[in-house]
């Protein structure tokens, strides 16, 4: 879709509803230089210095579709001070002519799907507008099993009991306070962040540990995995 033809479509349509599908992202293939995709940025690390004689300078963002995909981008050198200024919370984008491929080290990819977004020389970005999520786009969850937990990307309900109840933590990627904390069915124990966390409002649920909950969300997983045994 040509820049010009997307600026029309606009005008017709609200952008929340151009969002790139889940089979459409799962449809892209490795490797694929061509790569055009639209979602709103939902997560935004600061560029840093790499390499072992800190050579590189690397710029990560995250992307997602509110239907359950979210797709790490990644921007080197020179072409960071080109992007950084479009890249905003929240900020739906459109990217065209990007790369998929492996992330060099699966470990630190903080998307759930099993490729990254390289953005090159000759990557376009537009920026569409502002995410306003509305019930449309809030996907029902599926009812899983923790052993089940890693054959999905769609948003889950999950059943379990409180292994450490929640507090604050501060999260240095999205820069404020969430709520983490585990929850386990006796076998597994998984860990849980709430993004939109009120200690306060926690604090009157009177939840303890041991109290069993349902928890409603997606799952973000890496080699690291968020699910183990816990300790006895």
């Known amino acids: 879709m040509s820049l010009e033809n997307l600026e029309d479509e606009l005008i017709k349509t609200n952008p929340e509803e151009m969002l790139s599908t889940n089979e459409l992202i799962d449809s892209i293939q490795l490797y694929d230089a061509t790569v055009e995709i639209i979602g709103f940025v939902d997560g935004i690390d600061s560029p840093k210095i790499v390499g072992s004689n800190q050579q590189f300078k690397i710029f990560k963002f995250y992307i997602s579709n509110g239907m359950g995909r979210r797709v790490q981008v990644v921007c080197w050198n020179d072409e960071i001070e080109k992007i950084s200024e479009k890249i905003l919370p929240n900020c ?6 990007v790369q998929a491929r ?127 045994k816990p300790e006895m």
């Open 92 to 97: 739906i984008i459109h990217l065209d002519g």
């Open 102 to 228: 492996v992330p060099k080290i699966a470990a630190f990819n903080n998307g759930n799907v099993p490729f990254e977004l390289l953005i090159r020389s000759n990557s376009i970005i537009t920026n569409l507008g502002k995410y306003e999520p509305t019930t449309n786009f809030i996907e029902n969850p599926i009812t899983i099993k923790f052993t089940e937990i890693f054959n999905t990307t769609q948003r889950i309900s999950l059943d379990g009991y409180i292994k450490t109840n929640f507090a604050e933590i501060h999260d240095p990627k999205l820069n404020k306070k969430i709520g983490c904390g585990a929850i386990t069915d006796g076998m597994y124990k998984l860990e849980v962040h709430i993004l939109e966390f009120s200690k306060i409002e926690y604090i009157k649920l009177n939840i303890n540990k041991g109290n069993k909950v349902q928890i409603i969300g997606l799952i973000q997983s890496s080699v690291k995995s968020e699910i183990s």
